[in-house]
Structure formats: C-alpha cells, structure tokens
C-alpha cells in the first residue's frame, strides 16, 4: 500500500511541475519498444541532428571549425574537457541554472561535467525506464550498494527516506555487517530492488556459500550491477539466494545509463533514445567493423549545457547487429581495477581509492599495492595534499600496519593494453 502510494505521488508531483519526466519517459518507451520501426529511427536522427547544430552555434570549443556531420567533430576526452572547461560550456546557458556532475575520471583524474535541468529529468526518466525493464517499480525500496558519503544517513524527510532508498557502503561488508543485512532483510516485508557493485554483491554470496544459507525470503524484485562486469558465479549464486536472475548496467556519471542487459536479448541493449554510441580503433578515430574490439565513444543526444559529442568514455567494447538488424554491445572492459588486500590479506573494495578525492584536485591519481604491506599512492597535481590525515584514513582500510607512501607524479601513463588503471596490485597480480 505504501509503496502504491509513492509511485502515485511521483506522478502526482510531476503532472503538477508539467509532466516532464512522463513526457521524457514516453517518448523513451516509444523509441525502445518500437526499436526497429522508421519512426524511432527518425527521432534519433532529429535529436542528433539538433544537438550537433546546437553545439555549432553556441560551444565556444567549437569556433571556427567547420563542421557539417558527426564523422567530422573531433572525438573530445576528459583530459581536453578538464583543460578547456569553460569553452565546451553552451553560451545559451547559465552555469548557476545547472548541476554540477563529478566522478574520478579515468586513471584516478578527478572529472566534472555540467548538466541542464532538461537532461537531468531525461537522465531520471531513463533510470525510470531502464529499472522497470529489470523488474522494479516506482516505489519499491531501492538497496543501493555502493560508496557513500561517510555522513550519510537515513531519517525522516531526508533524500534517501523520500526516495526509499536504502544505502548500504561497500565497506561495510564484513561479516559482521553482511549478516545484519540479511537479517534486515529478511525481516522487513517490503518490495525490494537491488542496485550495486558487482563485487560488493559477489563478497555477499561469498559470505551466504561460507555460511551454508538456504535461499533468502526478502522479497526481492530485481537486481541491477554496475560499475563491474558481473561475472557467472555472481550471477548465479543471486538467482540461487533472491530468486531474481540479475542484469548488468553499462553507465558513467557524466553521461547516464548507456546501456544494459536485457532478459529476452543479447548482449547490452544501447539507449539509443538518449545517446548514439560508436565503436572507434584503439588508435586511430576511424570506425571499426562488427564484432571488433574498439573504444567506446558517447555522444549525448540531452545534454544542451555542455554538449558531450563523440565523448571518448575511456572503456573499450565492440558493437554487433541482432537478428533484427539493430546494433548491440557485445561486451564491455572497463577501467580495470586490479583486486587489492589489506595487510592480512582480506580483500579490501577497489573503489577504496574514490575517498582520496576528498583530499585535493588532482589531474591524476592511483592506488597502488607492491607489498604484503606496502602502499603507494600517486598523485598528478601541484598542491601538496595532507598526507598524515589521509596515510590516517587509509590505515583503517589495509591495516594500522600499513606502510603508506605518496608520491607525487607529472602523468600516470596508460597500460599497454590502452586499458585505464586506478588501482594496480604489483604483489598479487600481474599487470
């Protein structure tokens, strides 16, 4: 009843703020469905024409160039937004009138984008649209596995109580904390969908298979992984203990949900109704066939503020047709991030090295582990961080025996696979 009542009032809300978010998510729905008909094919072709000649006209970057097709505007990274912020900002727009998007960027370098209102209420109706296709419902308790601020809290008209998401930190996944939460949940009788790490999921199979747990009675609706590509074991053991085959979502913080898996289909399923995404040579800019391994390249059909045509994502894929003749991603390798572990040798989540955000900007940073012991944390930047308080923070996650080294760097190259590193474990992997 009470999860009734929610969705009722989102969309009680949104019809009084004009119905934006319903207008996005039918136009979405229309062109997903109808994948294959000419009319979605049309709508794509218009949002990406029109986004092209907004950028022309109006993106300082893009002065002077003469730019008549998409093949022809340069593929742009985050280095070269980083370094020219302001010129990929659209002079149409105000930059206190958006929002400011931030992630860590490939190889550790600190990233911000700039986001219009429109493209944030497209970027809710995708999440909308793409979640229900998973099996969840507006409504539903949201258990949202991840990195959370270290204040974060849950009360009484807070974000996460009106949004009824129920934060659950990557590091807090001890024993301990892991059988709290599968006694949470198999006490509270609401409808619940998963959203999370791959391996913060993984490390609670891990803890169920040790245990000897039967299959766990929490109502579980769907289960969505992010961030990591969702290996077999995981993807079985969920099945077995929540009842729920999980999906993988292909997504980045400055663009939205790329992609994602689907239950009927192949491969991950492109939102061509908010991007259109090309497969590029690992070297050069040129196109690649079907079935070839290349870079990942964005453009966001939305985002009128500051455009992000051919957006070079720093992760590599490759692209194949269906039975029906529409493109796929075949597979996707993200940043790698190797596997680190703390001084006795328990596995410590990769996305430990995000807290060294909060210490400084940098145009690069890495987490590296060379030693049974042995820490090495490298920093691009030309501000001194404070070293003792964050050798500090970074003790309680590998051990009050950790020996801690920064080290400050002019560039941290990529591998020679062209894969991006944040996290290298020297002694326990090979790179």
């Given amino acids: 009843m009470i999860q009734l009542l929610r969705k009722r009032l989102f969309w009680t809300l949104d019809y009084f703020k004009g119905r934006s978010v319903k ?28 986004i092209l000649t907004h950028t022309i006209d109006t993106v300082p970057y893009y002065t002077g160039k003469v730019l008549e097709e998409l093949t022809q505007f340069p593929v742009i990274n985050k280095n070269m937004i980083r370094d020219h912020f302001e010129a990929f900002i659209s ?23 700039l986001h219009d209102r ?42 996460n109580w009106m949004q009824n998401v129920y934060p659950v930190s990557v590091f807090n996944l ?6 709290s939460f599968i006694k949470w949940l198999e006490k509270d009788p609401s409808k619940k969908s998963f959203l999370g790490y791959a391996s913060a999921l993984e490390k609670i199979c891990k803890y169920l298979d040790r245990h000897g747990a039967a299959a766990i009675k929490a109502n579980v609706q769907s289960i969505i992984t992010m961030s990591e590509s969702l290996n077999d074991y995981t993807k079985q053991s969920l099945e077995k203990y929540f009842g729920v085959q999980p999906l993988s979502r292909y997504s980045n913080n400055e663009n939205g949900i790329l992609a994602q898996e689907s239950f009927d289909k192949k491969g991950f399923v492109i ?10 040579d ?31 994502t720093g992760d590599v894929g490759a692209m194949n047709l269906d039975e029906e003749g529409n493109p796929y991603i075949m597979y996707i390798q993200g940043r790698k991030l190797d596997l680190i572990y703390d001084t006795k040798g328990k596995l410590v989540p990769s996305h430990v090295s995000y807290k060294l955000c909060k210490y400084g900007d940098y145009k690069q940073f890495q987490l590296v582990q060379y030693g049974i012991k042995d820490y090495l944390i490298k920093l691009n930047t030309t501000k001194k961080v404070d070293e003792e308080k964050m050798k500090e923070e970074y003790k309680e996650y590998f051990g009050k025996d950790a020996k801690i080294t920064i080290e400050y760097v002019n560039d941290i190259p990529l591998l020679s696979s062209g894969k991006r590193r944040e996290v290298r474990n020297t002694y326990y992997s090979e790179v």
């Avoid at 000419?38 to 218009?46: C, H, L, P, T």
């Avoid at 929002?99 to 984008?113: D, E």
């Fill in 23 to 50: 207008k996005h998510y039918v136009d979405i729905e229309n062109i997903m469905r109808n994948h294959t008909s000419q009319g979605s094919a049309d709508f794509s072709k218009k949002y990406l024409s029109d």
């Fill in 174 to 179: 001890e024993d301990i904390h892991i059988a």
């Fill in 91 to 113: 002079k149409a727009y105000i930059q206190r009138d958006c929002v400011k998007v931030s992630t860590s960027g490939s190889t550790g370098a600190p990233f911000s984008v």
């Fill in 118 to 159: 429109n493209k944030r209420k497209r970027s809710l109706a995708d999440n909308l649209f793409f979640s229900k296709a998973s099996g969840y419902q507006i409504g539903n308790k949201l258990v949202y596995i991840k990195i959370w601020k270290d204040n974060v809290k849950v009360h009484l008209l807070s974000k």
């Fill in 271 to 280: 939102n061509k109704a908010s991007y259109h995404i090309e497969i590029l």
């Fill in 282 to 312: 690992m070297k050069t800019d040129k196109p690649v066939g079907m079935g070839e391994r290349g870079r990942i390249i964005v453009t966001d059909l939305h985002n009128y503020a500051m455009p992000l045509i051919r957006y070079d």
